[in-house]
């Protein structure tokens, strides 16, 4: 072990982000071993929610930080292929959670799809610690396909159903919902903050393999968090009837299948392409048809939420170049001070943290004042604010000059902008979603908005291929021409979006939304539970 007495930044920032984690294990602990059925006004199971989302943000993200440069870097990947198969993987990660949810919501439920989804991203995580000797000759990169295979099936399994748990520990019009998402989403951010900086250092300063193990270890420990935590769930995520042993190891055999498909799939990013347009056109065919079967104001609500998944396209495929071509920026033109590129992932997170609560204090404030923004106006307001992101790095890199290193304050810059942009629309868009939605299509329509976020990461990786030019190698120039393009699409995109929130807002009927008879869990009578009081354990749906 490195003397303190030698210690660099990064090594300062490691045993920061060190002593951030055993804090709030400590916290965990706590509320683990409490007897009390809330804490902090809130469910347990939100916390036992929370600390598994962040085990499993800490492997996603960890990983994440650093795969762009491996590929180019121990893979002989170019730059811009490199972005192009980040962008193909990490579409595939948020469109599997299409067919991951509708199982969830037809035959598993959404515990047993999490824990299955699990399994499969520990093993992937595990893989990626296999490195061989690199090059794209060497088969062991059959290995590295294959560990993307299982995290992009596993997080299918897991991606949308947990966070369809978080909604299902209150009833609709309970005024808590929102805080519950906004207390999730910094669960998100605080393992992706941590598993950036911790595996960005292993994996930069010591070696790939240490990071990636770091990274599988996370996978892990958010496992055993999920089994531990099953109690104060009170009836969440269980499967909406009866299901047959059989039809159960059926559908585990089904997902097992799905790595074997993705295992080649994910080496040819055009066919990737084609199959989420396909895809695309299908799934919004499949929601229409399903909308035009409801009465007319859950159809509208259909309707609202159509056009709010529509904009993520656009707003993920800027905002995902942080994993791609801004990590390569930072690493090829950014005056760092020897800092590894990857641990600058960890900006976007760690004002998470900061401003969540500032931003859910915000709309409280604003709403008790009948002033707050509807959820198509905060989308608005996330374009413009993502666009002013591109716009001001490129018009602080030119300030500086072309050939000068770039000032490190301008990332800084570009996070933050980022990052109150992201505030606006991810966590409003994963309650309106669970809000909005028919209970017999909760699964569906939260895997359609990550379905939608996994066209906008395959947008990313197309515009992080062109930052790359013609022979693959980024420049800074042609990187900023591309940011500078896209910048004021996105803001001409956000006036656009303003000026028809309030139609948007209509559709959403937010004044006739609330609990009937049948707004408890299916599946609680299975699972044995008892009535429990209205806003704090859901209540049982009545037995047919």
């Not at 007495?5 to 709030?24: H, K, N, T, Y």
């Not at 401003?355 to 959820?375: D, M, N, V």
């Amino acid at each position: 072990m490195k003397d303190i007495s030698l210690w660099a930044e990064a090594d300062w920032i490691a045993a920061i982000a060190v002593a951030v984690l055993i804090v709030f294990l400590a916290i965990g602990s706590k509320i683990a071993v409490q007897k009390e059925p809330e804490f902090a006004g809130h469910p347990k199971g939100l916390y036992m929610l929370f600390f598994a989302e962040m085990w499993e943000r800490f492997s996603y993200y960890g990983m994440r930080a650093i795969l762009v440069f491996y590929l180019a870097q121990h893979w002989d990947f170019t730059e811009g292929k490199s972005n192009l198969i980040l962008g193909a993987y990490a579409s595939l990660v948020y469109i599997t959670p299409v067919l991951g949810g509708w199982l969830a919501d037809r035959y598993l439920g959404q515990r047993k799809a999490v824990l299955f989804g699990g399994l499969l991203l520990a093993v992937g995580h595990s893989l990626m610690a296999v490195e061989g000797t690199g090059g794209q000759d060497d088969p062991t990169i059959n290995i590295f396909w294959a560990a993307l295979a299982f995290i992009i099936v596993g997080s299918g399994f897991l991606k949308a159903n947990i966070s369809v748990m978080v909604g299902q520990l209150y009833p609709m019009t309970d005024i808590r919902r929102d805080g519950a998402y906004t207390i999730f989403y910094m669960g998100i951010n605080v393992g992706a903050a941590i598993g950036t900086i911790l595996v960005a250092y292993l994996g930069q300063t010591v070696g790939w393999g240490f990071g990636f193990g770091l990274a599988g270890i996370g996978m892990l420990l958010g496992l055993v968090v999920f089994v531990l935590g099953k109690s104060t769930l009170g009836g969440a995520g269980e499967a909406p009837r009866p299901l047959a042993k059989g039809t159960e190891y059926s559908l585990y055999g089904i997902g097992v299948a799905a790595v074997a498909v993705i295992w080649g799939l994910v080496q040819y990013q055009d066919v990737i392409q084609t199959l989420l347009i396909i895809s695309g056109l299908s799934l919004l065919g499949y929601v229409l048809f399903e909308s035009f079967k409801l009465e007319k104001e859950p159809r509208e609500r259909m309707f609202a939420i159509l056009f709010l998944i529509s904009l993520n396209p656009l707003f993920w495929g800027l905002f995902e170049q942080a994993g791609g071509s801004m990590n390569q920026f930072t690493d090829k033109f950014v005056d760092r001070g020897g800092v590894p590129a990857g641990i600058f992932q960890s900006i976007n997170p760690i004002y998470i943290i900061l401003l969540a609560p500032l931003f859910a204090g915000l709309w409280q404030w604003l709403g008790t004042k009948g002033k707050e923004p509807s959820a198509p106006a905060k989308f608005g307001l996330a374009l413009a604010q993502m666009g002013l992101a591109n716009l001001v790095l490129v018009w602080g890199a030119e300030a500086y000059g072309i050939a000068a290193m770039t000032p490190v304050i301008l990332v800084f810059a570009y996070y933050f902008f980022a990052t109150t942009a992201e505030l606006c629309l991810s966590p409003v868009g994963l309650s309106a979603m669970n809000r909005l939605a028919p209970k017999h299509l909760a699964s569906l329509i939260m895997g359609a908005w990550f379905y939608m976020t996994a066209v906008g990461n395959f947008v990313a990786g197309k515009i992080g291929e062109a930052t790359g030019g013609h022979d693959g190698e980024m420049t800074k120039q042609g990187l900023l021409d591309i940011y500078e393009v896209f910048g004021w699409i996105a803001i001409g995109a956000a006036v656009a979006v303003l000026l028809v929130s309030p139609v948007v807002k209509k559709w959403m009927h937010l004044d006739t939304l609330k609990d009937d008879a049948g707004s408890g869990l299916e599946g609680q009578s299975e699972a044995g539970m008892e009535p429990q009081q209205a806003g704090i354990q859901p209540a049982t749906r009545p037995t047919p």
